[in-house]
């Protein structure tokens, strides 16, 4: 390894898929993880056990020439200080504090006039209540993900005792959708094509591309995603979720980071999105984003059969303990069309023993 | 990392590319490096450096469940040593033996009905000369990979002064290509498709599939191979390279592990030659072998651009210092036809500066 050391904080699949890309591209990372955290550990010399605290941070932060994050945990406070010690934070601290928090998200949409979800901020702690009437949805402002922090309000007991979350009417929702953007220091932004995502529980389960949506709807998603990337001053990969209501494109949230939706891009696209996030980071020039395939990608979640090496499908597999709906690994099929890409990849989690298969074969 | 770790004696590109297969596979990599040797130091934290000597390789099996090898370097009497020690070779012992011999290779293709160039082992040591005509070729009995080994004789005065060889005839190569099989403990076998191959000063330069050689000569190709790989009683992944001269097939050599003709396979097929070679030494079953696009690898030789990032290809660096004609670096362009991969492999590999490009486009 020579060169610029990439500080990645967070150890999971994101991270050990980051190390792929990394191996291939050389550049050297370094891991700063949550004691017991698992993904990383065991697989680079370079593994930092610590709490995701200041002085703990700026200690790692002095090891590497750029930090970058796999998650949204740490605090925007401490990122703010990290930023004003002169540590190189990519994302920068302010795209990261959007990143991590809903309803900034949905202050920047309305900002850039994209279509955005109503929603109202409820503070449980000093028991709020929305003016929206149930049924509705509550989302966690902070930290929410995979199900987490979404809670269906039909009835008045079915309000959490605490916590901060926005309220949200229950959207007719026809489709969804991700878009993810690779955006350089210097501005330089490049954008793979839109993919399809299935959700259920609040959890992705499927991806895949190409997104067989309207290509007005998937004209504005991509705009709406390099807006929102210019907006932030963003540096690295970022994910744009959106629905599709009633015919038009709704932004739903960020993520300011290599996505969970872009996995497909591993084998499917030219340049993952876990090379472009590297080689944003570091200013080097963007790869190219071209789609080679259709493909899909399943989650398996909850459970995962050991050896077992079904047809058609790349298994990745991240060496997580199994817990019910778990994010444990996925597969992801090419094929000549995005119909049969899905057909094998669902297939192989089948054989793979995945939860929430048969509901997504429901989803159709 | 849970379960079996497997022992991996070499730590060059092929250990690189292991080791990214083996993240996806979560399949524990432990590896054994000669002191200096570029390429996976730093990028795992089971790095054990030492000679390739009968006691340090027994301490460092004794610390894996199985031991494999990216190279040929250890003798065969300390690998016969070791699995009477009861250690878990994959390939065997005897398999490597021959893996790493030409000269007994030529006897088992000849034992096997297979048709191989003929040879004559020539001791330089004593003063042996071959009774064939200039101008011939010697190849070095053991050890010679990417030209080195390799001497044309055209008078008596090009003959090396010490060394044991095999004379050949200079063929009338009219194509070049290589068969890759995976093979398990248990006797199950997969092949790739057969990949063509441009050898340019006896370094793989370039390798393509689908191949566009006759059927007749791919099925002898792929049957050559599996006989092969059976009478070795072999685990794991071999590689055999041939020619086809006067429209016949001719074994030219195996290596006994992943090869650079493979490489290809890594965004090209379902399975790639590293999981599947993981997969065989653990007799987990065996993975897809099928193609998924047609596709072009050219190798990086001896320099290579920093942080530059071609289109249309996927690119490898190995993180080794620069010296003429050194591997450092391959890219992979999938296409829809071998012809248009083929160029865009190409145009990357000049954009990134690498030797032999030239001469390369001259053979067409």
């Not at 200080?81 to 934070?89: I, K, T």
């Not at 509705?136 to 008045?156: I, M, N, P, Q, S």
């Not at 059969?305 to 996925?330: E, F, I, M, N, W």
Request: proline share 7%; charged share 25%.
């Amino acid at each position: 390894v020579s060169g610029a050391i990439v500080g990645v904080v967070g150890g999971g699949q994101l991270a050990r898929m980051l190390l792929e890309a990394a191996l291939a591209l050389d550049v050297g990372l370094s891991f700063y993880v949550r004691p017991g955290e698992e993904g990383i550990s065991g697989w680079s010399p370079r593994v930092v056990e610590g709490p995701l605290e200041l002085e703990a941070l700026r200690a790692f932060a002095r090891t590497v020439d750029v930090v970058t994050f796999e998650h949204e945990l740490v605090h925007p406070t401490v990122l703010a200080a990290l930023e004003r010690d002169g540590v190189r934070l990519a994302p920068p601290a302010g795209a990261m504090a959007v990143g991590s928090d809903k309803e900034l998200q949905r202050r920047l949409f309305a900002s850039l006039g994209l279509a955005a979800i109503p929603s109202e901020l409820v503070d449980r702690g000093r028991s709020e209540r929305p003016h929206i009437s149930p049924p509705y949805l509550l989302k966690a402002a902070h930290g929410g993900y995979d199900g987490r922090g979404l809670v269906r309000v039909d009835t008045e007991k079915d309000l959490p005792p605490t916590g901060r979350y926005l309220a949200e009417p229950i959207l007719p929702i026809e489709a969804e959708g991700a878009v993810l953007v690779a955006r350089s220091p210097s501005g330089a932004i490049r954008s793979w094509d839109p993919i399809r995502l299935v959700n259920l529980e609040g959890i992705c389960v499927e991806a895949a591309w190409p997104s067989e949506l309207p290509e007005a709807i998937e004209r504005a998603a991509l705009r709406a995603a390099i807006a929102i990337a210019e907006a932030l001053d963003f540096v690295g990969v970022l994910a744009m979720e959106f629905f599709v209501v009633e015919g038009g494109l709704i932004v739903n949230e960020i993520a300011p980071r290599v996505h969970n939706s872009g996995h497909l891009t591993i084998e499917a696209a030219v340049t993952s999105q876990f090379e472009n996030h590297l080689r944003a980071i570091l200013d080097h020039p963007l790869g190219d984003t071209s789609p080679l395939s259709p493909a899909a990608m399943v989650n398996l979640l909850g459970r995962i059969a050991d050896r077992t090496s079904p047809s058609r499908v790349r298994v990745h597999r991240y060496g997580k303990t199994p817990r019910a709906r778990r994010k444990l690994g996925h597969v992801t099929a090419l094929a000549p069309t995005v119909a049969e890409a899905r057909q094998h990849a669902r297939a192989a989690a089948r054989t793979l023993g995945g939860e929430l298969i048969r509901e997504l074969e429901e989803v159709g």
